[in-house]
């Protein structure tokens, strides 16, 4: 394949993967609707103008041209019909569950998904590799092969769930407190980390890689700041080359920041880039343990076990990510829309194809998983026009003993919309100009 239809079909598995998350939303109102009586007028994939169509009973199925959202209209949805068959006619938990089915179907194809990979390749154990010596973590009595099961209050199931603690919240200069499980049996351990002044970057990566990626970038770090990505490689440092993790370990062994301006040279989707980045001065909380971050396989029980967890770990990172976009730590440059997102399952795929065709669809049903995680947690916030803000008004219908005024409650509805579509419009906007 040449370079265009190696990106054609990027795009083309983007937009399935997108298709099969909308369409399992969809069809979660869609069968709850019809086992509680209630006519659907039409099932829709897509967007847009009909270019496929065809009646069936009661309910037209359509293809729409626009290949992202969809849509499942309901007779009375939206109106003040109760006639029969209408879904207001329905008492106020039928309708709750029609409403709620989407999200809920999202998040069990997002287990389905699990259950291949976890079922494949495993899950990844919060297993301590290894402790260093004389520091505080091996005086508490913290060993190489523990498990992990809760850190600074935080309960650890994965690995990525410390990965995500320590990226987004980070140690800090306290007592620290550990649970783990060591034969059989927990044992809580206390500790006061290391701390020392420095001058750093933000930013974590792999010594032992063949090339210095970046694994994370801290939240308001300079690399961050300076707009460089998880993902990146760092090819340069100061126009020094550095070929791998341990190179770049090596020469920040060699030549300590300080509060002078590095110039940094990276690799993203091909393209060489040059950064200066002043390191901020910090005070660093040293994290004296290493932690396992590959994966083991389980048992039958294990996969269906860690299947779930894994879909908590994508839902709470997705509430991570919420809280840090209203807290201002995360800007509105970091939200996607439909075109972000066929952009970021193409570079994926792309990234992946290297690694063979198993590995390739394991993480296009990882990015499956993410999304379905991601749009079932969305459709769940208080807002207008979302499921979750129809379920609010439900909610206050069940405790009042009757409904909102249906007419105010489809103008709250029309307005969140309005705000959603202008929300849409701005990140497509952004994403279709990150293209160039």
Not at 87 to 106: D, E, L, Q, T, Y
Not at 132 to 143: D, H, I, Q, V
Not at 147 to 159: E, M, N, Q, V
């Amino acid at each position: 394949m040449d370079g265009k239809q190696v990106e054609c079909l990027s795009i083309i598995i983007a937009v399935l993967i997108l298709g099969i998350v909308i369409i399992v939303h969809e069809f979660g109102h869609f069968l709850l609707a019809k086992t509680n009586g209630i006519v659907v007028e039409e099932f829709s994939v897509g967007m847009g103008p009909r270019i496929l169509s065809t009646q069936r009973g009661t309910t037209r199925y359509s293809l729409k041209l626009i290949p992202f959202g969809g849509s499942c209209m309901m007779k009375g949805e939206d109106g003040e019909d109760e006639g029969e068959g209408t879904f207001n006619s329905k008492s106020v938990w039928r309708r709750f569950s029609v409403i709620a089915a989407g999200p809920i179907f999202n998040f069990i194809l997002a287990f389905f998904g699990a259950m291949i990979i976890i079922g494949i390749i495993g899950y990844d154990p919060p297993v301590v590799t290894q402790v260093k010596e004389g520091t505080p973590e091996e005086a508490a009595g913290l060993k190489e092969g523990d498990l992990i099961t809760s850190f600074d209050g935080k309960k650890i199931y994965l690995a990525r769930d410390l990965y995500s603690y320590l990226t987004l919240e980070g140690l800090e200069d306290k007592d620290i407190t550990v649970t783990v499980k060591r034969d059989g049996k927990k044992e809580t351990l206390t500790y006061h980390p290391t701390t020392e002044d420095r001058y750093m970057l933000g930013f974590s990566y792999n010594p032992d890689e063949n090339q210095a990626q970046i694994q994370s970038v801290t939240i308001g770090g300079a690399l961050a700041d300076a707009g460089l990505q998880a993902g990146d490689y760092i090819s340069a440092v100061d126009g020094n080359e550095v070929a791998s993790g341990e190179a770049l370990s090596q020469y920040f062994e060699d030549h300590p920041l300080s509060d002078q301006t590095v110039t940094l040279t990276y690799l993203r989707d091909g393209l060489d880039y040059d950064v200066e980045v002043t390191p901020q001065a910090v005070n660093y909380v040293e994290q004296g343990f290493s932690y396992n971050l590959g994966r083991e396989k389980t048992s039958a029980l294990g996969v269906i076990k860690y299947s779930v967890l894994e879909v908590r770990y994508w839902i709470n990172s997705t509430l991570e990510g919420f809280k840090l976009l209203i807290t201002g730590k995360l800007g509105m440059d970091s939200l996607s829309g439909p075109v972000g997102v066929v952009n970021v399952i193409g570079d994926a795929y792309q990234e992946s194809k290297s690694e063979g065709a198993l590995m390739t669809w394991l993480t296009m049903i990882n990015m499956m998983i993410l999304i379905s995680a991601n749009l079932g947690v969305a459709n769940l916030l208080p807002l207008p026009a979302l499921d979750g803000g129809r379920l609010v008004f439900l909610l206050i219908e069940a405790v009042r003993g009757k409904p909102v005024n249906r007419e105010a409650e489809g103008m709250v509805h029309f307005a969140g919309l309005l705000l959603l579509m202008g929300l849409l419009v701005f990140v497509t906007f952004k994403d279709v100009r990150g293209l160039f």
